[in-house]
């Protein structure tokens, strides 16, 4: 197989330029730097493309490698026929490659192979031969393998015997198999039945849906109620269509004696060996396909997570609500570091209301905090109607926002947190990471594994490898669009950008405490066990605000500052020109893009990137994005009616609908139906994690505390 040849077909990218790619990727080159830097070389391809030309390159390679393998195993058993090998190379996947492969395989005892030890193969090749006449006829023929010393007794167990060969050859067609497996996922149904009592997979107990309709989020729910006990789970098939398909490719004489022979050996072979491998098979296949659905969700949701806008220059009061042991306060100022902390026992048992309120009130005068982010954990309804009694006796103009606080113990218990904080303890730690994520959602967020993030489905039941090479490279992706202060950053964000790693990381931080804030990119080459490859890889999406050259300060990659001096020259601009923004746009424009590129030696795509970075040196692109919803009074369950028109803010987007925030304790669903009047086949194709929308109370479930949203108003 030419791979490059299929991906090109299959990704509409022309071959050049896919070669060129893949090049550049097989060199060790990584996705944000090639997305960004080698636009010229890859035709502008975006990291969403790269990474999907990524997976799809690596399953065709494990794919092709597979097939040697098989080949090598069946060409080791001296029987590999060209007819063998054309199928070989004829598979689209690795199942249709171990299907040709699955006559050849070593096999455990079975029906079939203790026949053949039986000396039973020849009857079962006279049988399925189908003749229209048989001399001798069949049972008398099956008598000359009746043998006491091979434990064939009469010529009926010899016949059996036979049947037990032709069932298993009939089972081992990769043909026939490949056949079976897409009339089941066509015309089968997949059905849950109740095993125990579990009232949250109720509406499973007596299910049925069509294989080839089941949405991705049913299939990962089922599999879930059936993992813990709750659902039994089969999938059935009409069986006549199967068998019907069957006995068109094996019977070849309806009027021979072997007949009822071979028809019963068919029979067998499908309700014994391939239904339930094919329905294994299918179900495997389900659970890929939802959980490759699941995680891609999971991708988008986490990007429009981490790439919410900032809330910059503001103070902070980070709010971790509690009962028994109170709720943490965390002060944190404009620069992201924590001015002050304390305990507060607003809530039940303690209920030490007025002496809380002091304390809250004295922190946010002393340090004229701008806004206290309450977590959304336990007590954050009590604690929410607290704090928005306090600001309103204050009567001054700090808000409050409640923010998810998902993941937010986990970093509280990790050795990053300890290393960070090592005098708090988790909750204090809980409080601050409240206030950075509201600060900047994407630096904090960084710190906590992302299946801890609560913006997935079914996340803990997909494959772990799988789903944090595919979250990973989303925090890259954000991570390097963004750019990180190299002076300021975390070693945890910093081991995202492009070619550095966790050790690289904690180096930079080591050397940058030990000698002060870089002045130049061009000095992180000083630190230790950082090479040229990896400088090559980082440079562009490190910043250096306020240092020796301008430039640091931007997306412009090292390699390309003199083409931006030669530029500025051209126009008669200097570095000091750029300090404010610089916009060349329209007198490039008029000169002519492609004949400056030309004389500058420079791609038009680079060149264009390079008057977007000189006109906002320093900027951060999610300050487009709105900023987060601020609230200064509260509301309950009870305060809604239906028929409300509220603003809130979506919070998580799944495959039925979206949770949105309305200000109180519960989330609200706007189920998919409830989201446009146009027809939409997912909620994503509307709604973003972040989104700012007005959505209208449609019903309230006061005993369940659920709010059924909609938008169509």
């Known amino acids: 197989m030419d791979i490059n040849a299929r991906l090109s077909e299959e990704l509409g990218i022309p071959r050049n330029k896919l070669d060129a790619t893949i090049e550049l990727l097989d060199s060790g080159n990584t996705v944000p730097f090639v997305a960004r830097y080698r636009k010229e070389v890859t035709g502008g391809l975006d990291d969403t493309i790269l990474r999907k030309l990524l997976d799809r390159l690596t399953y065709l390679r494990n794919l092709e490698k597979r097939k040697e393998e098989v080949r090598s195993l069946i060409d080791a058993q001296g029987k590999l026929t060209e007819e063998i090998s054309h199928a070989i190379d004829e598979a689209e996947t690795v199942t249709e490659v171990d299907d040709i492969y699955r006559p050849f395989r070593p096999k455990r005892k079975t029906r079939a192979s203790v026949a053949k030890e039986k000396g039973l193969e020849p009857l079962a090749d006279l049988i399925f031969a189908q003749n229209a006449v048989y001399t001798p006829e069949i049972e008398t023929a099956a008598l000359e393998y009746v043998s006491e010393e091979k434990g064939v007794m009469t010529a009926e167990e010899a016949v059996a015997g036979a049947m037990d060969i032709i069932a298993e050859s009939v089972s081992d067609n990769a043909e026939y198999r490949k056949d079976i497996r897409s009339l089941t996922s066509k015309h089968g149904t997949i059905n849950s039945k109740k095993a125990e009592e579990a009232p949250v997979y109720e509406q499973y107990y007596d ?61 067998d072979a499908y309700d014994r060996l391939i239904a339930p491998s094919v329905e294994r098979e299918i179900r495997n296949d389900l659970t890929d396909v939802s959980s490759e659905s699941a995680i891609k969700l999971f991708a988008v949701n986490l990007h429009n997570l981490l790439m919410q806008s900032p809330l910059k220059g503001k103070t902070v009061l980070g709010y971790d609500p509690g009962y028994r042991t109170g709720c943490k306060l965390a002060v944190v100022n404009k620069t992201g570091a924590v001015a002050d902390t304390a305990v507060i026992y607003p809530t039940k048992p303690h209920e030490r209301i007025a002496e809380s309120k002091q304390t809250v009130m004295k922190l946010i005068k002393k340090y004229a905090v701008d806004v206290v982010a309450i977590g959304n954990g336990t007590a954050s309804g009590e604690s929410e109607m607290f ?156 910043r250096i605000p306020g240092g020796d050259e301008i430039f640091d300060n931007t997306g412009v990659h090292p390699e390309s500052y003199e083409i931006v001096t030669k530029l500025l020259e051209k126009f008669g601009k200097t570095k000091e020109d750029v300090k404010g923004g610089l916009s060349l746009r329209k007198e490039i424009q008029s000169y002519g893009l492609e004949k400056i590129a030309g004389e500058l030696g420079v791609g038009e795509m680079t060149l264009n990137d390079i008057i977007g970075e000189l006109e906002k040196p320093g900027r951060d692109i999610r300050d487009t994005l709105p900023p987060p919803v601020l609230r200064d009074k509260v509301l ?78």
């Open 207 to 267: 299910y049925s849906e069509p294989v080839s309709k089941i949405p991705a989020h049913r299939v990962l729910a089922i599999n879930r109620g059936e993992k813990e006990g709750a659902l039994s789970v089969t999938i059935t098939v009409d069986r006549d269509i199967i068998l019907n398909y069957l006995f068109s490719k094996t019977i070849t004489d309806q009027k021979s004696p072997a007949f009822k022979y071979v028809s019963a050996a068919v029979i």
């Open 387 to 542: 704090i928005a009694d306090t600001l309103r006796e204050m009567g001054g103009n700090t808000k409050y926002t409640i923010v998810s606080e998902a993941g937010a113990s986990v970093y509280s218990a990790s050795e990053l947190g300890a290393e960070e904080f090592p005098d708090f303890d988790v909750t204090e730690r809980s409080a601050v990471s409240i206030a950075r994520r509201l600060q900047d959602p994407l630096a904090e967020l960084v710190k906590i594994d992302p299946k801890s993030i609560g913006v997935g489905q079914y996340q803990h039941d997909m494959k772990p490898a799988r789903l944090d090479e595919a979250l990973t490279g989303v925090v890259e992706d954000c991570v390097n669009s963004v750019g990180v202060d190299v002076n300021t950053a975390s070693y945890s964000l910093l081991s995202y950008i492009a070619g550095i790693n966790t050790a690289s990381a904690k180096n930079i931080v080591k050397y940058r405490e030990k000698n002060g804030e870089f002045r130049t990119r061009e000095e992180i080459l000083k630190v230790p066990r950082f090479g040229a490859k990896a400088f090559e890889q980082a440079a562009g999406f490190l």
């Open 636 to 713: 309950s369950f009870e305060d809604l009616t239906e028929g409300m028109v509220l603003t809130g803010t979506v919070r998580n987007v799944i495959d039925f609908g979206a949770f949105v925030d309305i200000g109180v304790h519960q989330d609200g669903l706007v189920h998919i139906s409830e989201i446009s009047d146009k027809y939409i086949k997912h909620p994503s194709e509307v709604l973003s994690i972040g989104d700012v929308v007005q959505v209208k109370i449609k019903s309230l479930d006061e005993k369940r505390k659920r709010i059924g949203l909609t938008m169509r108003f």
